[in-house]
């Protein structure tokens, strides 16, 4: 601690002893039994078969994942490359379905016993527009 943090830590503990000094004896003996069962739970605690809870205590936490654990992180970069995989996949799957509609307009367009001279009208290239598939 640097000194300004021991001076605060100084007064704070005369604040405190100067509270303690006025509580009722009642009050003192009922306080002294909760310092000792919570030392004693402390004590318990800290024993070697720790909590799940505490191992993972003063770790930084993901909202919503409960921890951050290996396999925390792990399932969590998996979601996000399935999310990543399926929206890569639906736009693939999107430009193949568009590809296949402009070849079959093709391929009814050039099969057609159409002349030269209406794949040349304004009107013709106008018809083709309307006709475009939607995406």
Do not use: C, N
Request: neutral net charge.
């Amino acid at each position: 601690m640097t000194g300004s943090d021991e001076e605060l830590a100084r007064r704070i503990a005369a604040r405190l002893d100067r509270a303690a000094a006025d509580l009722s004896p009642g009050i003192a003996y009922r306080l002294q039994q909760v310092r000792a069962r919570a030392l004693d739970g402390a004590s318990l605690a800290a024993a070697p078969s720790m909590s799940p809870a505490l191992a993972t205590a003063g770790a930084p936490r993901l909202a919503g994942f409960g921890g951050t654990s290996a396999a925390g992180h792990w399932r969590l970069w998996l979601g996000i490359v399935l999310i990543v995989a399926a929206g890569l996949g639906y736009q693939q799957w999107r430009d193949y379905r568009l590809v296949q509609a402009y070849e079959d307009l093709d391929a009814q367009i050039l099969s057609s016993d159409l002349p030269i001279d209406a794949y040349l009208d304004k009107g013709f290239e106008a018809w083709l527009a309307a006709t475009k598939p939607a995406s």
